[in-house]
């Protein structure tokens, strides 16, 4: 069992930044490849971007390319995080971690606002 936690959400102007973290505990959790997806309302949750297990390969959205970075610090617990610069109003959205490995868990969300 792998529990996930969010933080670092908020609300901003467009042009600014954020920083979420996501902290992992559990059994095996520095093994899991995660991620970060967002759920704007009234659309489907989509892929943000993914992180390997060891950190050497990261993976982005088409939409958050050059914005958006990826990282995790890997001690007794994983934290995941991501640096979100260039805000847009249409990143506006609630944010999950997501772990996979032989399963998938999920945060509850963090939510993450970009005002105009």
């Known amino acids: 069992q792998v529990q996930l936690e969010e933080s670092g959400g908020g609300l901003v102007q467009a042009g600014g930044s954020l920083r979420l973290s996501c902290i992992s505990s559990?059994?095996?959790?520095?093994?899991?490849?995660m991620a970060w997806y967002r759920q704007a309302p009234g659309k489907e949750r989509e892929f943000v971007a993914r992180?390997?297990?060891?950190?050497?390969?990261?993976?982005y959205a088409d939409s958050v390319k050059g914005r958006f970075t990826i990282s995790r610090a890997i001690a007794e617990n994983t934290t995941l995080y991501l640096q979100m610069n260039s805000l847009r109003p249409e990143d506006t959205a609630v944010y999950y971690c997501n772990a996979r490995g032989l399963y998938e868990y999920w945060g509850q969300g963090t939510q993450v606002t970009i005002s105009s």
């Open positions: 559990g059994y095996n959790n520095r093994a899991y490849t």
């Open positions: 992180i390997t297990s060891t950190g050497e390969y990261t993976t």
